[in-house]
């Protein structure tokens, strides 16, 4: 993979190997085939973005139960984290929106879990 480059010096343009994802290419040494001058190619390292990740299935390790409540809340602060983290990408507000949803099924819960401790005190009150 190969891109063409321009001496700023000479004007010559030669081929040189470079990344295919230009914002991923580091600031470097590039020396002209044809006159020997030196020059950069490239970001410095502070504007260098990462590559983005391969998308991986989430599978739950052998042994892990997704039901389990420390599973499930541990699962919920590492996307906070991330959220927190990075403030823009592209599934930043399904995942807000998956905070807030997962928060009010947790009130419901607990809302209705009183819900069923009225019911069975009063079913267990005898007739009158």
Same mark, same amino acid.
């Given at each position: 993979?190969?891109?063409?480059? +321009? #001496?700023?010096? /000479?004007? %010559?343009?030669?081929? @040189? ?6 914002? =991923?290419? &580091?600031?470097?040494?590039? +020396? #002209?085939?044809? /006159?020997? %001058?030196?020059?950069? @190619? ?6 260098? =973005?990462? &590559?983005?990740?391969?998308? +991986? ?23 906070? +984290? ?47």
């Amino acid at each position: 993979m190969g891109k063409r480059l +321009r #001496c700023p010096s /000479c004007a %010559a343009e030669a081929e @040189y190997d470079v990344p295919t994802s230009e914002a =991923t290419a &580091a600031q470097r040494d590039v +020396r #002209c085939r044809k /006159c020997s %001058a030196r020059f950069n @190619y490239g970001f410095r390292p502070e504007y260098v =973005t990462e &590559a983005e990740p391969e998308p +991986r299935e989430m599978v739950p390790e052998v042994g892990e139960d997704l039901d389990d409540p420390a599973v499930s809340l541990a699962a919920r602060e590492r996307l906070a +984290r991330h959220i927190a983290r990075y403030p823009e990408y592209a599934d930043r507000d399904r995942d807000i929106l998956l905070l807030h949803v997962l928060g009010v099924m947790d009130h419901l819960t607990h809302e209705i879990g009183s819900v069923k401790r009225v019911v069975d005190v009063l079913s267990k009150r005898p007739a009158r």
